[in-house]
């Protein structure tokens, strides 16, 4: 086949949200890729940000960053985790994006004088911004997510974009798998197909019939329901699909192989669908995830604690690196505004390792400083992460270097040592979104350091969501006591990682390294940092 005419897999969701599109969409493409096909996934998000960086994780749970620097939703990064290809900008399309192409054209006279409609103008940018991986010609499937419920307003131009796109594409090169909801009903005993019938009647009202249907659902369904569902959605039985409730993520794959979703959808698109797919890794991983030989505690501080979505790579990223330890990561929600001197001892006094998060804003700040101070102090096994980081130079200036004021001007413009401050490009900057040091950069890692030893390379990639960086006026003072910087930017100079002598495992990060973690190449600093908390927690009878 060729990869200049891939074919596409449309994925769509009724009945209810967060049922689970992005794991499904990702389990495709884990599977698609273990029979040796060539996949990418995208994600198009029907509101009108232009992306998800200027929203508070409250809102929309963490915002991704892909290696060409995009701010997206979090879904990428399950794509990433499961498939270890890089997304990139062209993976994750707002309807904001949308609209603020079709009215810059509109502005540059590109309509000539014609009136901009959603149909056909806006329908044309979203069937553009849907071939656009095509061009790349590396691709034999790309699987598109449609974000949103089958039903609302905001996501009606995208399920018209892609019924055009089928008409024109043809019906052996695309393909439709519909994710609802089956519940069940405790006290009749029964589980109900009715709201699945009527959001699969919601997409044939906007002209689309599913070619797969994958429900998810709290206990298995039995034949009778599959039949069911089958013969009143117009779908084969053999492409109604259980999505039962599994305790990892990472288990849905094999779930939907056991249930031949790979064979079904390649038949659909008119693929060849030879043998087995070549899942051995994945089983090993799966595995080792649900048969930990024992657990480490692991604190994880910051100010969003109570939506773990907030968090996402980072918890994501310790289930890989519990694995790669045979171990698993149990995470405590340490909430930095709470967290006071008087009662840190009890907090953190049980883990085997801290971790501070990365954030925005002086809310919470000194909580996070407390627990590098703890952690420095008392020898537990430390990571810093960008604001993280940046919390372990404010620690160790004030309580090390003796500068009692020290802060980031993030928080204190007035500081007497702004060991953190905005770098200079940024100094005029005012627009909000798109803006910070955004994407990959790469890192030379100092011989000797405990980075270098756990990455086994000297040179490194990273990717950056921040604007304010590590002072160079200081570099010295900090050095010469002892945190030194055995990261920095060959481009800029920039201090990318520090590490604090003497201590068992004490490193912070400018960088994000949670976004780099995968199932198959789980992250050398979350894996070291595991080692690092098991050794603590063995020394320490934890
Ligand atoms: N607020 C800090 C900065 O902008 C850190 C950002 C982060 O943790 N992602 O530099």
């Not at 008119?270 to 991983?285: A, M, N, R």
């Not at 407390?370 to 993280?388: K, S, T």
Request: charged share 25%; aromatic share 8%.
């Amino acid at each position: 086949m060729s990869k200049a005419k891939p074919k596409y897999i449309f994925v769509t969701g009724g009945v209810a949200s967060s049922l689970g599109k992005g794991i499904i969409s990702a389990s495709l493409a884990r599977l698609l890729l273990a029979r040796g096909y060539s996949v990418t996934i995208q994600k198009l998000d029907p509101y009108i940000n232009v992306d998800p960086g200027t929203l508070n994780p409250y809102e929309h749970g963490e915002c991704y960053v892909t290696e060409d620097g995009a701010e997206t939703d979090l879904d990428l990064g399950h794509y990433e985790r499961f498939t270890s290809i890089a997304t990139s900008k062209a993976n994750n399309v707002t309807t904001g994006k949308i609209y603020q192409s079709v009215i810059n054209k509109e502005r540059k006279g590109e309509f000539l004088g014609k009136t901009v409609h959603v149909i056909p103008h806006i329908t044309d940018e979203i069937k553009r911004r849907i071939q656009l991986l095509a061009n790349k010609k590396i691709y034999d499937v790309i699987i598109t997510e449609i974000g949103g419920t089958v039903g609302d307003i905001e996501s009606l131009p995208y399920i018209e974009a892609v019924r055009q796109l089928r008409y024109s594409l043809g019906y052996k090169n695309t393909a439709i798998v519909h994710l609802t909801l089956i519940p069940y009903m405790s006290a009749s005993g029964e589980l109900k197909t009715k709201p699945t019938q009527h959001s699969v009647k919601a997409l044939l009202e906007n002209g689309l019939q599913p070619d797969v249907l994958v429900l998810r659902t709290e206990k298995h369904l039995t034949a009778q329901v599959r039949r069911k569902v089958a013969l009143f959605c117009n779908v084969d039985v053999e492409a109604v699909m259980e999505s039962i409730d599994v305790p990892t993520i990472y288990e849905v794959p094999l779930k939907m192989h056991e249930q031949r979703l790979d064979e079904v959808i390649l038949g659909k698109i008119d693929l060849p669908c030879v043998g087995e797919p070549d899942l051995k890794s994945w089983i090993e991983f799966v595995d080792k995830v649900k048969n930990p030989t024992r657990t480490v505690q692991v604190a994880l501080v910051g100010k969003y604690t109570e939506l773990p979505d907030a968090y996402k790579s980072i918890v994501e990223s310790f289930v890989h690196a519990g694995a790669a330890n045979h171990v698993k990561v149990k995470l405590t929600y340490v909430n930095s505004e709470k967290l006071s001197k008087e009662h840190i001892e009890s907090v953190l006094g049980k883990m085997s390792g801290i971790l501070v998060a990365p954030g925005f804003g002086h809310r919470g700040i000194e909580g996070k400083i407390a627990a590098v101070q703890y952690a420095r102090e008392h020898g537990v096994p430390f990571f810093g992460i960008c604001l993280g980081m940046q919390c372990s130079v404010i620690e160790f200036a004030r309580n090390v270097l003796g500068y009692a004021d020290a802060n980031s001007t993030e928080m204190e413009t007035a500081t007497s040592a702004p060991v953190i401050d905005l770098m200079e490009e940024q100094k005029g900057v005012t627009e909000k979104g798109g803006t910070m040091r955004l994407g990959a950069y790469p890192c030379q890692l100092a011989e000797g350091s405990k980075v270098r030893a756990a990455y086994g390379s000297e040179l490194v990639y990273e990717r950056h969501r921040h604007r304010y960086e590590f002072n160079n006026d200081y570099m010295e003072q900090f050095s010469a006591a002892g945190l030194k910087p055995v990261g920095i930017n060959p481009d800029t100079n920039l201090v990318e990682v520090v590490e604090l002598e003497g201590h068992p495992w004490f490193i912070g990060t400018q960088f994000h390294p949670e976004y780099k973690s995968t199932v198959l190449n789980p992250h050398p600093l979350f894996a070291s940092f595991v080692r690092a908390a098991v050794e603590y927690s063995e020394n320490e009878k934890k």
